[in-house]
């Protein structure tokens, strides 16, 4: 009788196929978990600069200093890194003639628009400059600095998500994309936060886990690019040629509706005055909404088990009708008639 742990055995047969191991996941979870509240519980508690006014909100901080070197800098490397997406799109198109590619990464720059609305909500202020303006939307002067950003961190990102996806990679695969972007987010946020001199957080921000980058805005960031990327991928049938222009649209409403599903927790916290552990509390269940939503967007824009991480299924780019077999009489009369077999007769 071959030697084994019993119950090992019978929690393998339990558990479905290509389905992780949930006490793992849990154990490596909560490690986490604990290891970002340390890390946060070092820095020091936000001035708040609560406006006694009206609303009571936290106050952007207009004395802020702009830097015209650092933004200038960013601009170029950022636009560099968008390149790097936009010619590997330029490529696949050159070697396939599927424009989809060149749409997904053109409009990651359309991103500016809603970020307009998540920085009020999220308490994002850009200082301001004369000779630095792109648009000015809700009383906020956006600059040239966050349209490079968008499509340095979206082109790229949204490129390597539509590539994994497409390529019919698995499930694990596809997660790790995801885990991907959400690691280029965050080094691309901290390098441009500790050059300083174009954007700055305010308010109650949660999760300040390294240096100056609340990582709540991770999950918000890399799962709108994401979905974006899935929608592309899964209905590219639907938009070839210049039907791909679509993407100018669908990539700001992917990235909105993203914030608008999950951000609200990390919202709340931001701009109120809570203690500590609620101010967390916040921003780890923005996270965790993330993650769920990103296991709905597998499961419902991509056809997928999202937890089946060995599943190749659900790439096809239409869900197909079942076509029933025809009984032999039908089969028969169908070949009589010149009828294709399963029409009906």
Partial sequence: MPKGDPVSATQSQTRPQGHPDWRKVGLIAAVVVAAMLLLTAQKSQPDLNIDNGAFGLPTPPLDSEYNGTHTLISIIWLGAVGLIGFGLAI???RRTKV???LFVTLSA???IFPEVYFDVMGAVFYPLSESDQAFNILGRQMGWFIVAGWFGFGSLFMYQTYK???SGASTKMIWLAFL??????????EILQNMGGMYLYYGNQPLIVLWKLPWWWTPCNAGGVFLAAAIASRFGHALTGWKGLAMIL???A???GFYAAIAMPAWIVTNGDYNWWVTQAGGLLTIAMGLALLAGVIRVVLDRDPFDWSGHDGTAPARSAPTERPTPAAAGVAGGRGV???SPV
Avoid at 180 to 189: D, K, R
Wanted: net charge negative; with cysteine.
């Fill in 91 to 93: 490529r696949e198109y």
């Fill in 99 to 101: 424009a989809l590619p």
């Fill in 109 to 111: 720059p359309m991103i």
């Fill in 164 to 166: 994994v996806i497409s």
């Fill in 180 to 189: 991907c972007a959400c690691v280029g987010a965050t080094v691309f946020e």
């Fill in 250 to 252: 669908i990539t700001p």
């Fill in 254 to 256: 992917s990235v909105g």
């Fill in 340 to 342: 294709e077999v399963g």
